[in-house]
Structure formats: structure tokens, C-alpha cells
């Protein structure tokens, strides 16, 4: 272990912060990732856009931006895009000599976690079975992490609720997704656990998903199917955060909408908490912060 550690100082990968607390023996060093070591070129994918971002080894972002981006272009013209932006982040933020050492993007449908191919996604078309991983993997050569970005906010959460080991957390944008933390770990299944936007719901009417079957949550409560709803009744909008706007206006269009949205998707939670019995339940997305 020592040996190891002297290499990984010597490469400058890790840096010295002091020493720990004794525990009987000599006092122990601290050691941290460095920052300087290096970059990671980070993108959270969406429907209609992708933020962007520059970190140092430590995860402090050293450049964020958002930009517009139509998924449904397809991942050949979406991810040479999205690599031309990571590229453009480099050039205007990298410190000099820092090299990049891995790229991960969050996808908004589910990801087969051995081989990072997008599986069965709804409002993706020509992405099903694509090898993101190999794509941005031959562009870089780096290390590629693809992951579903309701999973990704899930972990990102889960540090938020120490001593909690259980929890759900709902994506709402676009579409609707659930990252599960299960002791402490994230439950990917065979990529598509907590895909709960295909799950049936109970209403007067019947509304056809974008995944081909009748009436599933998705359909009556995801960001899409709240704008095509407000578009009906003359209210254009130009993305689900915008719904945001129109309901802390008071529009009545918007406030009716999400309104019966938050119900369905309170409803689908419910049978979840009673089948698995959360310790926490985080709500978030494109309109906000999550919160318990």
C-alpha cells in the first residue's frame, strides 16, 4: 500500500494535506486527489439541452455552461456536437498543462451499465442500442462514463442524506425518472431500474405514449406531455422549466396541469414506498433543486 501510495504522490495524483489523528502509533498522513492532476469533461444530456462541465480532480467545476441541443438530431450528431463543446470548454478553461482525464454524460433513458449502450429510451429515436461509451471512447481514448441521469442525480443526492441508505429520487423534465439507492448503493438492475415513466396510471381519459403503449405516467405527467397540454390551451412554452414561471404567475392553465401531474406521479409513489420503504424521497429535475 505504501508503495502504492509514494507513486501515486510522485505522479502528483495525490497530494499531502497534513496529518490524521494518532490512534497509538505514529500520526497518520492525509492524502487527497489533487486537483492540478487533472480534468474531467462532464455533460448532463437532456431533451432539448445539455449542460455542460469543466472539473479538477477534486469535483470543483472550473467552467459550466448550458446550450441548446435536440436530442432527436441523433447520437451521431448529438455526441460529435457534444465532444465539439467539450473541446471549446478546454480551450477557453483548462489550465495550462493539465491534462483531461475522463469524460462521463448522464442520458436520459436507461443505459446497459456493461457496455454503456442506450436501452429502450422513449423520445430518442436512433439511439436505442447506440454505443455511447465506444463513441466518445474513440473520440478521447480516456476512461467514459454513460450513465442514466436520474442515476446520476440519485448518487449526487445520496451524499446529502448521511446515514440514509435508502432512497428514491425523482427526475422530472422532459420525461420522468427514479434513481434507487439501496444500502448505500445504486440499483441499476439490468439498466433500467427505477424507469418509472412507463408505468400505467388510472384516468378519464386515454393518452398514447411516446413507448407505444396506452396511459402510461409519462404521458399525462412528464415536462412533454405538460407542454403539449398548455399548447392545446394557447399557452406556449418553450421547455418544462418555463412551467415553473406560469404556475408561480398563477396561470390557470399551468396551475391545473401540474397540479393533476403532481397527483399521478404522487400516486405511482405510493405503491413504490409501500413496496420498498424509502428513508428519503427527493423530488428535482429541470425546474429545481431536489427537495425531500
Avoid at 455511447?132 to 446529502?160: F, H, I, K, T, W
Avoid at 404567475?249 to 401531474?261: G, I
Amino acid at each position: 500500500m505504501s508503495l502504492r501510495v509514494e507513486e501515486l504522490l510522485e505522479a502528483r495524483l495525490l497530494v499531502e494535506e497534513g496529518s490524521g489523528t494518532s490512534r497509538g502509533g505514529r500520526r497518520p498522513r492525509r492524502l487527497r486527489l489533487a486537483p492540478s492532476a487533472g480534468l474531467l469533461a462532464v455533460a448532463d444530456l437532456g431533451a432539448h439541452h445539455v449542460r455542460l462541465g469543466l472539473l479538477d480532480l477534486s469535483g470543483t467545476p472550473l467552467a459550466v455552461e448550458e446550450r441548446a441541443c435536440d436530442i432527436t438530431a441523433g447520437p451521431e450528431t448529438v455526441l460529435d456536437w457534444m465532444a465539439d463543446a467539450f473541446d471549446d470548454l478546454l480551450r477557453t478553461h483548462a489550465p495550462p498543462g493539465v491534462p483531461l482525464r475522463g469524460v462521463g454524460t448522464g442520458i436520459p433513458g436507461p443505459v446497459d451499465p456493461a457496455s454503456g449502450r442506450v436501452v429502450g429510451p422513449s423520445r430518442m429515436p436512433g439511439w436505442n442500442n447506440y454505443p455511447v461509451a465506444d463513441q466518445l471512447g474513440a473520440r478521447y481514448d480516456l476512461p467514459v462514463l454513460v450513465e442514466n441521469d436520474a442515476n446520476l442525480m440519485a448518487v449526487g443526492e445520496a451524499r446529502s442524506w448521511p446515514g440514509s441508505d435508502n432512497l428514491m429520487v425523482l427526475k422530472a423534465g422532459t420525461g420522468i425518472g427514479c434513481g434507487v439507492i439501496v444500502n448505500g448503493r445504486l440499483h441499476r438492475g439490468r439498466g433500467a431500474a427505477g424507469d418509472i415513466s412507463h408505468v400505467r396510471v388510472r384516468t378519464d381519459s386515454s393518452v398514447m405514449c411516446a413507448c407505444g403503449h396506452p396511459d402510461c405516467l409519462e404521458a399525462y405527467a412528464s415536462g412533454a406531455a405538460l407542454m403539449a397540454a398548455l399548447a392545446e390551451a394557447g399557452v406556449a412554452v418553450d421547455r418544462p422549466a418555463d412551467i415553473v414561471g406560469l404556475v408561480n404567475d398563477a396561470v390557470p392553465e399551468a396551475t391545473s396541469q401540474v397540479r393533476n401531474a403532481g397527483r399521478l406521479i404522487g400516486e405511482v409513489l405510493t405503491v413504490l414506498v409501500n413496496f420498498f420503504n424509502p428513508d428519503v424521497i427527493a423530488v428535482g429535475g429541470a425546474c429545481r433543486r431536489p427537495s425531500r
